[in-house]
């Protein structure tokens, strides 16, 4: 049964304060605390939709493999088991957070921290009514072969060397091993490590989106293309 009672939904939002919290705190520490209100309270951004053909995959990029990188899927069953940990607090309760909505993650493993995560979601696991709002921004309906991923992270002093494009091909072929077909998500515009790392693993890009966010208030229309005079 979808837990959509009012205790729920009241639970949900102060799981996303306590994340926020962190985040702002994380933030000020790191980059000033006029950058920190201004992350915290407000978003623009172009999203890019994009999708992925699961059976259209290049291979792994064998430089990483038999290193001392690993992969482990997390989810509701193995998580409170789990005992390597983040190293952000806000990612932490982040994870808690999707963790109780059914969404489970592939996270890469580097000396007993996870260094990098992506969260996806299939139709048969969510244990929300809406399975992600992205979904109903974008006006997707995912068949049961089709899995929404999103919230992709890889800490800063790992970034680089094509250890992000390795890690999110790597997930996409666990993918397919357990069934899936295709693959849904979206970057930001201004991103451009993330552009090119969709674009070397070939995602096709779909729609474009203005995503807005005031402090918990976000939304998401699409952008309406420049016509050339």
């Known amino acids: 049964m979808f837990a959509n009672s009012r205790e729920s939904m009241v639970v949900s939002m102060f799981d996303l304060m306590r994340v926020k919290f962190y985040q702002f705190l994380e933030h000020w520490l790191a980059q000033g605390l006029f950058s920190a209100v201004k992350f915290t309270f407000y978003k623009y951004e172009e999203a890019v939709l994009v999708t992925k053909d699961l059976f259209s995959l290049k291979p792994i990029d064998s430089k990483f493999v038999n290193t001392d990188l690993s992969i482990l899927e997390i989810n509701r069953g193995n998580y409170k088991d789990n005992e390597i940990r983040y190293v952000l607090k806000s990612r932490s309760e982040r994870v808690a957070r999707y963790v109780k909505k059914g969404y489970q ?64 091909n790597s997930t996409l072929h666990l993918l397919r091993k357990k069934g899936f077909n295709r693959a849904y998500g979206y970057f930001a515009n201004h991103n451009i490590s993330a552009l090119w790392v969709h674009r070397i693993i070939g995602w096709q890009e779909l729609e474009h989106f203005e995503v807005k966010r005031f402090f918990l208030h976000e939304t998401a229309k699409p952008k309406v293309q420049q016509k050339n005079a």
Not at 110 to 119: A, F, S
Not at 135 to 159: H, K, N
């Open 105 to 168: 993650s592939f996270c890469l493993v580097k000396n007993r921290q996870i260094i990098g995560d992506l969260w996806y979601v299939p139709r048969s696991s969510a244990r929300t009514e809406v399975l992600h709002p992205c979904l109903r921004w974008f006006g997707i309906t995912l068949s049961d072969d089709e899995v929404y991923m999103f919230d992709m992270y890889m800490a800063p002093d790992f970034r680089g060397d094509g250890i992000t494009t390795f890690f999110m």
